[in-house]
């Protein structure tokens, strides 16, 4: 899932899975977790992340959450195996760059904004779309979000599911 490389000072962390838009299984969390906390990436001054031009992260692998329905050990353990990697990625002690091309969503979100700097391309969508399943999004994420974009944009975002391209100045349109 995660192809990690050093380039002199710079850790580079590519998204593999663009057959499922570099959705995230639910034990490539914990993958993420001990690479961003390893000693590897603690070594270099920068960690950049990125999927490919087609695909950021589509986020959480949703065939992993529909195995999951009804079994609320299972979506604990998968909640906070997401949750630190996210904290793990905001806290690492060097800059993090997300670079952004195509489609963002939903836990890819939560993943790029986990990060000190977000760079997206021209083709770059974003959506938070957990309300379209029935899912909260984490507390801790809506928080970042409030803190990145406002509430009121949040509230849209949130809300609406819908998707919005990086040119778009804002999720309401204004």
Known sequence: MFHLTIEGDVARLRLGRPQ?????????????QALVEGSTVRAARLLVIEGDRASFCAGADLGDLAAMAGDSAACAAFRCAMRGALDALAAL???????????????????????????AGHEARFAITP?????????????????????????????TANTIDARRPSASGS
């Open 20 to 32: 499922v838009r570099n959705a995230i299984p639910a034990e490539g969390w914990r993958d993420l």
């Open 93 to 119: 002690g060097i800059p993090t760059i997300a670079l952004i091309e195509g489609a963002c969503f939903g836990a890819g979100v939560a993943l790029a904004m986990a990060c000190d700097i977000r760079i």
């Open 131 to 159: 309300a379209r399943l029935g899912i909260a999004f984490p507390q801790q994420d809506i928080a970042r979000l409030v803190g990145l974009v406002g509430r009121q944009e949040a509230l849209i975002l949130l809300l």
